[in-house]
């Protein structure tokens, strides 16, 4: 089974909720965790992995022999992104634009471009609390953070129960992490700013066809308009986090509730069992 | 000299585009003989900058006036040897004059923010 955590808004406890039920569930299941939130994972500050190996992952961009090419504008009209133009004579390849396709390669008639692997971040695996960790990282300047999720999601068991701890937003690295998982858990707070990036987190996961349930972090402030919004969706509101003191300070020591408070590893437990039947 | 003008419609009495790679039209004007021909931008979801600098390039403009440039639109135009002038704003007709009257500053540098981030849509 694979759980995807994610929100629309940022700093709504994604990583609350995924560190705390993957380590709530251990016990019964074997878990995996993957933190897809590339661009600044922080997962491994709550479930502190031992990191075994460290992979880059790459794209390969073109690189146009300028002798060779005839200025056919072949590869300029395949490429979907705009990420090659031919200006006058020169050719200018737009390195943050090309997704490494390698179209331009193929279409070439005089067999001008090659291509170079370039890195674009890593992934770190090892382990935490005795299951399966690892964590994709975008490498500093990089603008693409979709093939290291992509890479990410290639490695999942699907013997395991794999938690998948989302980027926040709702363009493509979420779209990524969230397609073709069994359920999506949204995260979110209730305030008018919460509602309205659950909202468009609701359409994405919709658009992929992944069933969505909400956990209302920070339950207390705001007011009740995400939960009028839950039940005229039909979405199941599976969790409460209270707005607590306590909550707050185990956060900011970087531990997770159910390490700290026996009663929340059952909450978490009981947040599985609600979203996985 | 011919000039690009980025506009919301297609005539001199338009309003401005402030983006270039998105602008709705490309007004391209002989400043000669005041002669006018609009283009219609139809960026794609991707490197919009890009596509509107080879349009430019390809209409034989050697000047392009707007509001603000991006990264890849301004890599694109200073390939060709393009003149950018930025912060254009009013009606085309005004652009035009602020440009032959020296009001506006010619860009040496990407000055927009970028749309996207420059990097096209993921």
Redesign the interface.
Known sequence: MRITIASGKGGTGKTTVATNLAIAVSGKFSVQFLDCDVEEPNAHIFLKPQIEQTRSVEKLLPEVDEELCTRCGECVKACEFNAIAIIGRKILVYNDLCHGCGLCKMVCPVGAINEHPHELGVIETGTAHGFSFARGLLNVGEAMSTPIIHEMKGMIDPKRLTIIDAPPGTGCPTIAAIKDADVAILVTEPTPFGLHDLQAAVGVARSVEVPVFVVINRDGIGDDRVERYCQEENIQVAMKIPFAREIAKLYSQGTTLVDALPEWKERFQALYEAVAR | MKVCITARGEGFTAEVDPTFGRAAYFLFIDTDTRALEAVANVP?A???G??A??TV?EKGATVVITGSVGP?AY??LA??GIEMYTGATGTVEQALANFQTGKLTRSGGATGARHG??????
């Not at chain 2, 981030?117 to 993921?122: E, S, T, V, Y």
Request: glycine letters at 30%.
């Open positions: 794609g991707h490197g919009a890009v596509q600098a080879q390039v890849n890599q694109g390939a060709a981030g420059g990097r096209g849509i993921q």
